[in-house]
């Protein structure tokens, strides 16, 4: 095995054991929710390793991004799901269609008609989330909590496949309020399942519901372009080895 092979390895196992004891502090077990790998910035020699650790699903936040990296990587691993955690633009509807398993950031009217025609063009049907401005920030993705439950209706009814609800909470300030009211909504419009929690913040989801976490620094590493986020992949990154 190579260093990058082990470190990827041990990173996988480390978030796995941290899932495990969060899901047993809500009832379930870490094979019950769902690990996804966020590998935007990450290049192919850098995803290879979590693969070959036993990693499949994967998140990326932007389309053309992952256009240039993933059908390669899924020409040498068959088995890979590739999920779309970034905003989307509707004329990059058809492109997401054709690329992503799951969409996780449907937020409004023009982009449900977007993928509604998408879907129907490519007679594929990509189950959906809807993502949810959670904290009403000005700049963030996500549809307005008021009106939520109006786009959940319209997507039913443009019979694109829901699966839940996602969100991204406030940076800087304790999520668990956050991540309870979106399970909240969720349940009351009978969705099952909760896309929440990043590194710094998913075992909190998971106590909380999550069954979805998109993890990226806990897993590659810290990413060279991102902002730094304070404590998050915190106690994950161990150099310890040589000692
Ligand atoms: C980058 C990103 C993540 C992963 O963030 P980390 O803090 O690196 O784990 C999760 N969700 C979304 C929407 C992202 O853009």
């Given at each position: 095995?190579?260093?990058?092979?082990?470190?990827?390895?041990?990173?996988?196992?480390?978030?796995r054991?941290?899932m495990g004891?969060?899901a047993?502090?809500?009832?379930?077990t870490a094979d019950d929710i769902?690990l996804?790998?966020?590998?935007?910035?990450?290049?192919?020699?850098?995803?290879?390793?979590?693969?070959?650790?036993?990693?499949?699903?994967?998140?990326?936040?932007?389309?053309?991004?992952?256009?240039?990296?993933?059908?390669?990587?899924?020409?040498?691993?068959?088995?890979?799901?590739?999920?779309?955690?970034?905003?989307?633009?509707?004329?990059?509807?058809?492109?997401?269609?054709?690329?992503?398993?799951?969409?996780?950031?449907?937020?409004?009217?023009?982009?449900?008609?977007?993928?509604?025609?998408?879907?129907?063009?490519?007679?594929?049907?990509?189950?959906?989330?809807?993502?949810?401005?959670?904290?009403?920030?000005?700049?963030?993705?996500?549809?307005?909590?008021?009106?939520?439950?109006?786009?959940?209706?319209?997507?039913?009814?443009?019979?694109?496949?829901?699966?839940?609800?996602?969100?991204?909470?406030?940076?800087?300030?304790?999520?668990?309020?956050?991540?309870?009211?979106?399970?909240?909504?969720?349940?009351?419009?009978?969705?099952?399942?909760?896309?929440?929690?990043?590194?710094?913040?998913?075992?909190?989801?998971?106590?909380?519901?999550?069954?979805?976490?998109?993890?990226?620094?806990?897993?590659?590493?810290?990413?060279?372009?991102?902002?730094?986020?304070?404590?998050?992949?915190?106690?994950?990154?161990?150099?310890?080895?040589?000692?």
């Amino acid at each position: 095995m190579t260093t990058d092979s082990i470190e990827a390895a041990d990173r996988l196992a480390q978030v796995r054991d941290a899932m495990g004891r969060a899901a047993r502090l809500s009832g379930r077990t870490a094979d019950d929710i769902r690990l996804i790998a966020v590998s935007k910035t990450q290049g192919a020699d850098a995803i290879r390793p979590l693969i070959e650790a036993g990693q499949r699903v994967f998140g990326e936040n932007r389309v053309q991004e992952a256009e240039s990296k993933w059908p390669g990587l899924r020409e040498e691993f068959a088995d890979l799901a590739l999920h779309l955690v970034g905003q989307l633009q509707s004329n990059k509807a058809g492109d997401a269609v054709a690329l992503f398993d799951v969409i996780h950031s449907l937020d409004r009217p023009s982009l449900l008609t977007a993928l509604a025609k998408a879907m129907d063009a490519a007679g594929k049907r990509v189950p959906c989330y809807i993502q949810v401005n959670i904290g009403a920030e000005e700049q963030k993705g996500g549809c307005a909590i008021a009106d939520t439950p109006a786009l959940i209706r319209a997507a039913r009814d443009a019979d694109i496949p829901l699966l839940g609800l996602m969100c991204v909470p406030p940076a800087d300030v304790e999520p668990a309020p956050f991540f309870a009211l979106l399970a909240k909504m969720a349940r009351e419009e009978g969705l099952e399942r909760l896309s929440m929690g990043m590194s710094g913040d998913f075992e909190t989801a998971i106590m909380l519901g999550a069954t979805d976490i998109r993890v990226g620094t806990a897993l590659f590493g810290e990413r060279p372009a991102a902002r730094p986020t304070p404590g998050s992949g915190r106690g994950m990154i161990r150099n310890s080895r040589a000692g």
